[in-house]
């Protein structure tokens, strides 16, 4: 396993070195756990890290912050601290067991050790451990046969009532079941089963839920994981009247593809949350209203709920890109709308010449703007700031019809629409 540990980035092998030197000094057993040690024995990169500390975890990472000079943030009631180091982000926690005082409900902390700490997580595979403590540095600790089931490539529960007691993890088990393409292991798959008609989704913190649902359609290629849910579940969750067909089904694989696309097409330096085409894919059937109020149940920002609306409310104004339109036109259609909205229409529209006014509005429309601004106007006499407005924008038309390029060109537009009496 000191080899594994080998593989990591110099720079997350410092770090370790650092920290596993500052616990010594403190007393403390600290442990790498969770997602890296997977990813590290499946050999897959590894981004971000959680350690788990014996101690005081807060303590221990103002040490460690001081001693390479980064900023790091502490929650207080969590007993946790995040640490950012070359863009990786680094969690500590306080080793602790998680006692539940009813299904579903936030878990109370107490400090504990690294075997309890261990116990509460969603699988085996995510139950390992890797020592940073000098005696056995780079050691695998496995309580619950994680490497096994890696081998096996199983998803495994830790104990009968895991889906209960946290039914986020049912989201969890089908996104890395999809994820490393594994198997739920056949007691775990008839504990889902049951907590679901149990409907165990339905006792959570609908934030938490999204949250978890924001991960799983943010995976690449989310079609999979989607349609498994579905058999699984069929979106319940989220609201009863949610009905998936084949048509829908094959919009998820067009989105990935119009992802892909736009990814080729667009060098953007905004991220594009492209879990928000699939989520707005699974809505489709709801009406407006109804699409409101799971908006509003499971608090999601104000831009994504606009996203959404905007969507299912614009589906009916794209139609009318299927003809022959100026660059003006296009624009007039498409401008309002974001790019989780284009694409997702890019994805849902199959006709050619909707299509191709989609591509062209992203080539040659989008990033247009014009080279005067209203003091050039001014300058040639005009006053009146409404008007203005309006010329602005008419000169902007203008421009893209006709291919404007310079800023003569525009002042020209701006002089004949003045000679022509506004
Ligand atoms: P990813 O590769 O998607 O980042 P991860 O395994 O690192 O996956 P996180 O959501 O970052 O997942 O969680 C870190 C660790 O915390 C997990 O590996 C798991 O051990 C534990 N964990 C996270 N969520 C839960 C949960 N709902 N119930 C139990 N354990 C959880």
């Known amino acids: 396993m000191v080899n594994k540990l080998k593989r990591l980035n110099p720079q997350f092998k410092n770090f370790l070195k650092t920290s596993s030197k500052s616990a010594k000094r403190f007393g403390y057993n600290i442990y790498l756990v969770g997602g890296a040690v997977r990813d590290l024995l499946l050999n897959r990169p590894v981004f971000d890290l959680d350690i788990a500390v014996e101690g005081d975890a807060i303590l221990l990472v103002r040490q460690i912050a001081k001693q390479l000079n980064e900023k790091f943030r502490r929650h207080h009631s969590f007993g946790t601290a995040t640490l950012y180091h070359h863009g990786h982000k680094i969690d500590f926690a306080t080793a602790r067991k998680e006692i539940y ?105 609908p934030h938490r839920l999204r949250d978890e649902l924001i991960l799983f359609l943010d995976e690449p290629n989310p079609y999979r994981y989607i349609k498994k849910f579905y058999l699984l579940e069929r979106f319940n969750f989220i609201n009863k009247r949610i009905k998936l067909d084949k048509e829908d089904f094959k919009f998820f694989i067009r989105a990935q593809t119009a992802i892909r696309f736009y990814n080729k097409l667009v060098k953007n330096e905004k991220k594009v949350k492209y879990w928000l085409i699939f989520l707005t894919g699974i809505l ?139």
């Open 101 to 205: 005082p009813y299904s579903g409900s936030l878990p109370k902390v107490k400090k504990s050790f690294l075997k309890e700490d261990l116990a509460r997580r969603d699988f085996s595979i995510n139950a390992m451990a890797i020592s940073l403590n000098k005696k056995n540095y780079g050691q695998l600790i496995d309580f619950y046969q994680g490497r096994q089931d890696l081998k096996n490539r199983l998803i495994r529960i830790l104990y009968p009532e895991s889906f209960l007691d946290d039914s986020l993890r049912i989201l969890r088990a089908v996104r890395f079941q999809q994820r490393f393409t594994f198997k739920i292991e056949t007691k775990t798959y008839a504990f889902m089963k049951q907590a679901i008609g149990a409907g165990a989704l339905k006792w959570i913190n």
């Open 284 to 422: 489709l059937n709801l009406s407006n209203h109804e699409a409101v109020e799971v908006v509003a149940k499971f608090g999601f920002k104000k831009d994504e709920r606009s996203t959404i609306i905007s969507i299912k409310k614009g589906l009916d104004k794209i139609k009318k890109l299927d003809k022959k339109l100026k660059a003006s036109a296009i624009y007039k259609i498409l401008s309002g709308y974001n790019q989780e909205a284009i694409i997702f229409f890019y994805a849902y529209f199959s006709r050619k010449k909707i299509r191709s006014n989609i591509i062209f509005f992203l080539k040659k429309v989008s990033g247009q703007k014009l080279k005067i601004k209203g003091k050039d106007l001014q300058k040639i006499g005009v006053e009146s700031s409404s008007f203005m407005g309006e010329m602005l924008k008419e000169i902007f038309y203008l421009k893209l019809d006709k291919n404007l390029n310079t800023k003569r060109q525009e002042l020209n537009e701006a002089r004949n629409i003045i000679k022509k009496g506004g």
